[in-house]
C-alpha cells in the first residue's frame, strides 16, 4: 500500500533518533546549489548507475513510499513551468536516520511512460533540517554541491529540509544538479 509521504513522515518522526553524520565526499569545494559542473564526479555517478541499477523500471526495496503534495500530485511539475522532476519513490527509514549517504539516495525519480511503465531518470537526497542542523553548521555538501534548503509549509507539508537532485541517468540541460528538468513529462 502506497502512503503519503507526509503522513508516513509525521508519525515516524515522533519516534525517529537519527544519528548524523557528515556528507562532505572528499573534500569537494562548496558550491551554489545547482550548479551544472559535473567535473571530478564522473567515476561517482557511474558509481551511483551501478547501485540504482536494479531499480530502472520501477522501484522495490525501501523504496515504497510514493510521494504526494499537498494537491495530490505524483508527478511534480514545477508551476512556474522551469521543468519536472517526476514521480518520487522514497526509503522513509533512509530519510528519518538524519544522513546522507552518496551511495544510498533516499528517492529514486522515476518518468511515467506513454505504456504506464516508470524509467528512472534521477535520484533525490534528503535529509530533514532538524536532524542535520542539531550536528552541523553548514547544509550538507554532496558532489561538490551544497544542498538547498526547503522551507517547512512546503507542498508537501513536510517540516522543513534540505534536498540535492542528481540527473545520473536522463540529461538535464539545466544541469546534472538542478530540480527542475525542462525535458521531463508526466
Not at 522543513?160 to 544538479?177: C, D, R, S
Amino acid at each position: 500500500m502506497r502512503a503519503k509521504l507526509a503522513g508516513a513522515l509525521a508519525s515516524l518522526s515522533l519516534v525517529a533518533m537519527p544519528s548524523l553524520a557528515a556528507a562532505h565526499d572528499g573534500g569537494a569545494a562548496d558550491v551554489s546549489p545547482g550548479s551544472a559542473t559535473t567535473r571530478g564526479h564522473t567515476a561517482k555517478l557511474r558509481e551511483l548507475r551501478d547501485v540504482t541499477g536494479p531499480y530502472q523500471s520501477g522501484p522495490g526495496g525501501g523504496w515504497t513510499t510514493q510521494v504526494f503534495d499537498l494537491a495530490g500530485i505524483t508527478c511534480i511539475e514545477d508551476p512556474a513551468g522551469r521543468g519536472t522532476m517526476g514521480i518520487h519513490f522514497v526509503d522513509v527509514g533512509n530519510l528519518l536516520d538524519g544522513q546522507v549517504n552518496r551511495l544510498a539516495p533516499e528517492a529514486l525519480i522515476y518518468e511515467p511512460q506513454p505504456d504506464d511503465s516508470l524509467t528512472l531518470i534521477a535520484v533525490e537526497y534528503l535529509v530533514l533540517a532538524d536532524a542535520w542542523d542539531a550536528a552541523h553548521a553548514a547544509p550538507p555538501i554532496l558532489y561538490g554541491q551544497r544542498f538547498a534548503r526547503v522551507a517547512a509549509g512546503n507542498r508537501y507539508g513536510l517540516p522543513a529540509f534540505y534536498e540535492l537532485h542528481v540527473w545520473h541517468e536522463k540529461a538535464n540541460p539545466n544541469g546534472t544538479f538542478t530540480d527542475w528538468n525542462p525535458d521531463v513529462e508526466c
